[in-house]
């Protein structure tokens, strides 16, 4: 029998869940493939929003992983110094095939050491602190460096998926996913990028997020004189 390609993705709570749910449905449809939801316990994990995830397998009890994945979210900058969790990413991180992030999960790889001298993305909002973890920051949806494929905010997180189906199976089987789940985006605006969105959405999304971006940054700069 074929081994199945084991997918771990890494719950915490506070995450995104379009971080997660979104390269889950993706990743899940591939062939011969077992997702596993990963977490420090088998208790519920809480997205920011509310919504309750329930985790398959323990970090003790997590089987071999193929493919890492790591969400984001603003509990994030809570994580940065959870040695159970960041142990997990770096010990795992280091035998997986691939290793990967959406949104501010590339913080929590470059946390572990796992994006030294690699190039990476994140949220825009989060871009610029990816040096200081040594990482050189690209501004694109998916920056694939090796075996590290990182994405940027939240609804890239599909891409991420689609990117890694076509490495692991063929642009066959990735196109086949995306019109099965029907992934033509077509937003109503064109708001979702800092380089398109007016001028005062920019400053309004960047005002409404600057109290916690300053605490992550403080965060970051602990974390990587803890790697230094």
Known sequence: MKPQL????????????LDLTGPYEVLARMPDTRVHLVAASLAPVRSEWGMVILPDVTFDDAPPIDVLCVPGGWSVNARLADDTLLSFLRTRG????YVTSVCSGALLLGAAGLLRGHRATTHWLSLDLLPLLGAVAVASRVVHDGNRITAA?????????????????????????????????????????????PADIRAAVTQASQHTIAERRALVERAARRLA
């Not at 084991?6 to 869940?17: A, E, I, K, P, R």
């Not at 997180?157 to 189906?165: D, K, Q, R, S």
């Not at 490495?167 to 995306?178: E, H, K, T």
């Open 94 to 97: 280091e035998r997986a095939r």
């Open 153 to 197: 905010g939240v609804t890239a997180g599909i891409e991420l998926g689609l990117t890694l189906a076509a490495v692991l199976f063929g642009p066959s089987v990735a196109q086949r996913i995306q019109l099965a789940i029907e992934y033509d985006p077509a937003p109503p605006f064109d708001s979702g990028s800092p380089d398109s969105a």
């Open 6 to 17: 084991s997918v771990g993705f890494v719950l915490f709570d506070g995450l995104t869940q």
